[in-house]
């Protein structure tokens, strides 16, 4: 299992923001004290501009460079935040590169990044991390690509890059109504939707990720990329879901399944529990 991360993503924080260094510190501290999985540390790769100018507008990624002011109240202009965001995409391409050498791989870094259109930071995200790796690997290398992406948020970000693209769909389940309002339909010809009411029983909910996945699945992917968000748990403080630490161990053995490469990155996740979420997850697509 290859874990990619740089302690540089510990480096900004606003006093009382949901997303906290923590949320990482806490993982890699339980990741390093745990011998049931064996971990193969990496690093982010470096990123081109071309690779961020395929997902975002140049006048919105020359502001990310110099921001005046605040993206929005969630969303800071946070000393460095450029640098911190493009090494989150860094490290999904990293995870990139090793699921297509047949490796596990995950992502754990900050900022998240599946809100971040294609003009707009939002949402405590400022790059598509993983809208981008899709990109690249549909453009560039020819793959045909599915997002998933099970943060209990609409990944409106991710939908806004992938939109009509030829050989990329998204498939997005989340809470609705929820943050950020969308995603109560599908969109174009490639973004499938899947809106659950807060407080779905576990049952139900596991039920509908059974079948996004057999959807997934027909579309005949040859590489998932994974927007890992967390927070669809029981107590997280950001959504009303029910779902359980093995629920997320549950996940990713049934994506596992489907017998396709895929690699993860870290999306959203705000409870105390996420080192432990993270490790479930990690467990269940270990191979
Ligand atoms: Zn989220």
Redesign the pocket.
């Known amino acids: 299992m290859y874990v990619i991360a740089d302690k540089r993503c510990l480096d900004y924080n606003a006093p009382g923001h949901p997303e906290r260094p923590s949320r990482v510190e806490d993982t890699l501290k339980r990741l390093r004290l745990q011998d049931e999985l064996e971990i193969e540390w990496e690093s982010p790769v470096p990123v081109a501009d071309e690779l961020l100018e395929l997902g975002h507008a140049a006048d919105y990624l020359a502001r990310l460079r110099n921001p005046a002011r605040d993206f929005d109240g969630d969303t800071p202009a946070y000393a460095g935040i450029f640098d911190h965001a493009r090494r989150a995409v860094g490290g999904t391409m990293k995870a990139q590169e090793a699921a297509l050498q047949g490796h596990r791989a995950f992502s754990l870094s900050r900022p998240p990044g599946h809100h971040a259109t294609s003009d707009r930071a939002m949402g405590f995200c400022y790059l598509s991390s993983v809208g981008l790796s899709a990109l690249h690997a549909a453009v560039n290398l020819d793959k045909r690509v599915a997002v998933f992406d099970f ?3 609409h990944g409106n970000g991710t939908e806004s890059l992938l939109l009509d693209r030829r050989d990329l769909a998204f498939f997005s389940v989340h809470q609705h109504p929820c943050y950020p309002g969308t995603g109560a339909t599908d969109s174009g010809n490639n973004c499938f939707n899947y809106p659950v009411p807060p407080r779905t029983p576990r049952n139900e909910y596991r039920k509908l990720l059974e079948s996004v996945l057999r959807d997934l699945k027909r579309w005949k992917p040859d590489l998932i990329a994974v927007s890992a ?1 967390f ?1 669809a748990y029981v107590h997280d403080p ?1 959504a009303q879901e029910l779902l359980e630490v093995e629920d997320f161990r549950w996940l990713g053995e049934k994506l596992a399944d489907l017998g396709v490469p895929f690699y993860s990155s870290l ?2 996740g705000y409870s105390s529990r996420l080192p432990d979420l993270i490790m479930a997850w990690l467990t269940g697509i270990d191979d």
């Open positions: 943060d209990v948020h968000g927070d950001l999306e959203g």
